[in-house]
């Protein structure tokens, strides 16, 4: 690491448990995410958040006619919140982060979305390849940034060979915390993420690390982290459908136990998420209904219930037919 940026590097915050919900477009909503903090997330990460859209606010921001809150919906009970940010023009980044970060508790940056829309614009994994413009985004981040910076990638675009190439120069710019899903572009979600990578990433750089793919139980969770020595772990699709996920895991690492959660409990998660959900006018009604398709995986007539709720757009409907739901379990 050089020495200038280890002078500059800002602390993380301290977190209250080593597993973190992963950002997820479409689901990690403030709503959402302060669900899972309250069962026990020591991070939670917004949904990944274009560098221009939050430059193309600025003016109403500056006139103080919008609040930044209409802008990333959170609420001070999530915290510590890490704000995920994606693009690569270097005048807007600067700009973007220089209006996000006060708010912000950690600044990540996206090098591992693989969607088209994302990587046709230079952004997300397909940054993995760009070694130079790389260097340029973490040092204008860092720099601009009052926040720590942190780092989510995949292992390469085709092959898994950029990612410790990345990480070196993150670390040298001053980067603070690295995720890595260690699947390429290529593999999407398919196969299984190879945790061999984060083995060797940990080795290679001395920031901590964050291991993430694939962890669907406690003992997965204990896993990973006995495999790969990573410093922190990160859930994704397994907490979508269960939340209780963290504290499942957190009971396991502290006493070797945890309870199984049966699906009515699950499900009763929904009216809760639902309840904050109600508050944020940013999220959907589509979202909501996503949510309880989610929270409903595993219950008995899943199947039939996800028919009834196809195409309803009224949120007292959905509450309707998922009281209905709930009281068959
Ligand atoms: C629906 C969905 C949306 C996602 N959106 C993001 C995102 O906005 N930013 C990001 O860095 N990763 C995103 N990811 C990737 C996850 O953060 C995570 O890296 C991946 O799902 C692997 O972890 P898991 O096996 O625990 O799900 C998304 C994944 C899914 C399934």
Redesign the pocket.
Known sequence: MKKNSKMNMKKLPKFSSRVFL???????NPAFRLLCKEHGAGLV?T??TSINAIVAKERLLKEDKKKITEFIEFSDKERPLSI?LFGSDLKILEKAVKIISPYADII?Y?M??PAPNITQQMAGAALLQETKLTREIFKTLVKNSSKPVTL?MRSGVNQPDKFLKIAKIAEEEGITMI?L?PRTVEQG?SGK?DWSLIKKLKKSISIPVVG????KTPEDAEKMIKETGCDYI???????SNPLIFSQINDYFNTGKYKEISPKIKLKLFFTYLKYAKKYPSIKVSAMRMQAMNFSKGCKSARKLRGSLLGVNDVDVLERLMKEFYDTL
């Open positions: 992963a950002p997820m477009a479409g689901i990690t990460v949904e990944l995920q990540d996206n591992g979305c989510k995720t899903h979600y993420s993430n793919g694939d962890i990160m859930v994704g699709r397994a907490a979508a």
